[in-house]
């Protein structure tokens, strides 16, 4: 059964704290990884990992792929209290009904001024 | 480009009625997907499109019907609502498995 599990449920930090979020996945025909971030409303794009080993980069935040173990990391620095949001893992699998995408149950942070 | 569009927005039913909900994208995306969130696990797949006329059945389809007879609008339909139902729905689309772009969501109640 395809499965994609994500670490911790939960998190509080206080603001300034680096924080790493992780994400591992069981998935037939992987195709890509995906990071979203949740706040109350729709999930919005972070990065798309395709390749091991290939940090992306977006401000404080960044990401990295490890098809070998199967899992990917998010990390991000320097905490701000807009950080705050559920922050999802979904992985891209080809099927022969087409392309379809498994998600986790979501990393909810919380940054504390 | 007003991106992903749901509607509508709220709605509350009673068990046992009927209703449609209407996804739309202006990206000229082939696949489109309905999910539906509840507290604690996460986005699941109902049914998704990978282009115009076709569909296929997701992890929880039960209970749903969808159809896409135009390439930009995804209809997902609830022929006898359940208390079950209650959730939030977002639709999404993508182009393959390129990231996908997220509907607001309509919120649902059955009571």
């Known amino acids: 059964e395809d499965k994609v599990v994500q670490s911790p449920l939960s998190l509080v930090v206080h603001e300034g704290d680096t924080v790493t979020l992780n994400c591992s996945y069981e998935?037939?025909?992987?195709?890509?990884l995906l990071w979203y971030k949740q706040e109350k409303k729709a999930p919005t794009f972070l990065f798309m990992l395709?390749?091991?080993?290939i940090e992306k980069k977006s401000g404080r935040l960044s990401s990295i792929l490890d098809k070998k173990e199967l899992f990917s990391i998010l990390n991000i620095t320097a905490t701000q209290t807009g950080d705050s949001a559920v922050y999802l893992c979904?992985?891209?699998?080809?099927?022969?009904?087409?392309?379809?995408?498994?998600f986790g149950t979501g990393t909810s942070l919380t940054v504390i001024p | 480009n007003a991106g992903v569009t749901q509607t509508p927005k709220f709605r509350v039913l009673k068990t046992g009625q009927s209703m449609t909900l209407l996804c739309a994208q202006d990206?000229?995306?082939?696949?489109m997907y309905w999910y539906r969130q509840d507290p604690g696990m996460g986005l699941r797949l109902i049914h998704y499109?990978?282009?115009?006329?076709?569909?296929a059945k997701g992890e929880v389809p039960d209970g749903y019907n969808v159809s896409r007879l135009k390439k930009q609008n995804f209809l997902l339909g609830l022929e006898s609502a359940a208390p079950s139902q209650t959730s939030v729905y977002f639709c999404?689309?993508?182009?393959?498995?390129?990231?996908?772009?997220f509907g607001p969501g309509t919120r649902l109640t059955v009571t």
């Open positions: 990206m000229n995306h082939e696949y």
């Open positions: 499109s990978v282009g115009e006329g076709t569909t």
């Open positions: 395709t390749s091991s080993g």
């Open positions: 979904a992985v891209g699998a080809y099927l022969n009904t087409g392309n379809q995408f498994y």
């Open positions: 998935v037939t025909n992987f195709r890509s």
């Open positions: 999404a689309s993508s182009a393959g498995t390129l990231e996908q772009y």
